[in-house]
């Protein structure tokens, strides 16, 4: 991933997503059940699941930072945790506004599928507060890396859980025996690929962001000579704080409605 | 029902908000990303000149 380079990876999310989003509106057959509306499924599911992926991806590099005491992989998995809160955010909107179009409601309470999503959402929503609560900033990485792996644990059994229960109205679509048709399959797994990328991209741009803030820090140390070891690099700045005069400052860097449960399978509308 | 909403009451604008909601999304994250990107530009200004600062008073002390 490293040897890649952002513009690279950039234009290729940009090609791989128009041509998802090409195939999903040109290509894929409308469905017999849910009409023109159901486009929205391929927007909606990639999104949910690079978050969802997004979060175990942190995850892994909390475990890796614990492990190594390495600040990049605490970087990695706060920029992970980041994007993966914002795709979150645009699973709960575009799901809102597929379910007020498909079942009349904006949001159902008993549909076990949209409370779990609003629940793992939540509960990283609470990472913020809780990582900069900690002003020790190596204390700071240690409890945020911890949180990561325990929230990240979560997220299968969150999805696992969610399959054993009984669904309302929300669809199971990889579940259904048949699953989606070849030309809906085709147009999805393309713009689960692009969005993928999207995730892939974003994080880096952040990264590399991070990395210029805290360099900038080190040198602006270094030329006004306070004797301060350097900060390694890159390392996570609280929001909203503008890296180099906080490093500077030696302080811590940061249904359809009555629709049958059966009635969950996308299939292609008769010509 | 606000004019917006009744707008928006069909199929097509129910997957036009949903896709220009995900745009703005996106729009909102590199707006945020170019304003840090530009206080970055910003500092590294600053410290290019704070690193030229010794330079000049030597040049003011020789003359």
Same mark, same amino acid.
């Given at each position: 991933?490293?040897?890649?380079?952002?513009?690279?990876?950039?234009? *290729?999310?940009? !090609?791989?997503?128009? @041509?998802?989003?090409?195939? +999903? %509106?040109?290509?894929?057959?409308?469905? &017999?059940?849910?009409?023109?509306?159901?486009?929205?499924?391929?927007?909606?599911?990639?999104?949910?699941?690079?978050?969802?992926?997004?979060?175990?991806?942190?995850?892994?590099?909390?475990?890796?930072?614990?492990?190594?005491?390495?600040?990049?992989?605490?970087?990695?998995?706060?920029?992970?945790?980041?994007?993966?809160?914002?795709?979150?955010?645009?699973?709960?909107?575009?799901?809102?506004?597929?379910?007020?179009?498909?079942?009349?409601?904006?949001?159902?309470?008993?549909?076990?599928?949209?409370?779990?999503?609003?629940?793992?959402?939540?509960?990283?929503?609470?990472?913020?507060?809780?990582?900069?609560?900690?002003?020790?900033?190596?204390?700071? *990485?240690?409890? !945020?890396?911890?949180? @990561?792996?325990?929230?990240? +644990? %979560?997220?299968?059994?969150?999805?696992? &859980?969610?399959?054993?229960?009984?669904?309302?109205?929300?669809?199971?679509?990889?579940?259904?025996?048949?699953?989606?048709?070849?030309?809906?399959?085709?147009?999805?797994?393309?713009?689960?690929?692009?969005?993928?990328?999207?995730?892939?991209?974003?994080?880096?741009?952040?990264?590399?962001?991070?990395?210029?803030?805290?360099?900038?820090?080190?040198?602006?140390?270094?030329?006004?000579?306070?004797?301060?070891?350097?900060?390694?690099?890159?390392?996570?700045?609280?929001?909203?704080?503008?890296?180099?005069?906080?490093?500077?400052?030696?302080?811590?860097?940061?249904?359809?409605?009555?629709?049958?449960?059966?009635?969950?399978?996308?299939?292609?509308? *008769?010509? | 029902?606000?004019?917006?909403?009744?707008?928006?009451?069909?199929?097509?604008?129910?997957?036009?908000?949903?896709?220009?909601?995900?745009?703005?999304?996106?729009?909102?994250?590199?707006?945020?990303?170019?304003?840090?990107?530009?206080?970055?530009?910003?500092?590294?200004?600053?410290?290019?000149?704070?690193?030229?600062?010794?330079?000049?008073?030597?040049?003011?002390?020789?003359?």
């Amino acid at each position: 991933m490293g040897s890649i380079s952002l513009r690279t990876i950039a234009i *290729a999310t940009v !090609a791989v997503l128009a @041509a998802g989003f090409g195939l +999903a %509106f040109f290509y894929a057959p409308e469905d &017999a059940d849910q009409g023109f509306i159901q486009k929205i499924f391929y927007l909606h599911v990639p999104l949910a699941i690079c978050a969802l992926l997004g979060f175990i991806v942190a995850a892994i590099h909390a475990i890796r930072h614990l492990r190594t005491g390495d600040p990049i992989h605490d970087a990695r998995s706060y920029v992970s945790i980041h994007l993966s809160v914002i795709f979150g955010v645009g699973v709960l909107l575009t799901g809102a506004i597929w379910a007020r179009g498909s079942w009349g409601v904006w949001w159902e309470w008993r549909e076990p599928t949209l409370v779990s999503f609003l629940i793992v959402f939540l509960l990283y929503a609470t990472y913020y507060p809780l990582r900069y609560a900690i002003e020790d900033r190596d204390r700071q *990485a240690r409890y !945020a890396s911890v949180f @990561a792996i325990t929230a990240g +644990a %979560f997220v299968p059994l969150n999805f696992l &859980a969610v399959r054993l229960a009984e669904p309302l109205i929300h669809p199971r679509t990889f579940s259904s025996a048949g699953g989606l048709p070849a030309e809906m399959m085709l147009a999805f797994l393309v713009c689960l690929v692009g969005m993928g990328l999207l995730w892939v991209t974003l994080v880096r741009f952040e990264l590399g962001a991070k990395a210029a803030s805290a360099d900038l820090g080190r040198i602006r140390r270094a030329l006004q000579g306070d004797g301060a070891p350097p900060a390694p690099a890159p390392s996570v700045a609280p929001v909203g704080v503008s890296a180099t005069s906080a490093m500077s400052a030696g302080s811590a860097e940061r249904s359809r409605e009555g629709a049958p449960p059966g009635a969950t399978r996308f299939r292609k509308k *008769a010509s | 029902m606000p004019p917006l909403l009744l707008a928006i009451e069909d199929a097509e604008g129910y997957v036009g908000g949903a896709y220009l909601v995900f745009l703005l999304l996106l729009l909102v994250y590199v707006a945020i990303m170019a304003a840090k990107l530009q206080r970055i530009q910003r500092d590294l200004g600053e410290l290019a000149e704070l690193a030229e600062q010794p330079r000049r008073s030597e040049e003011v002390s020789g003359r």
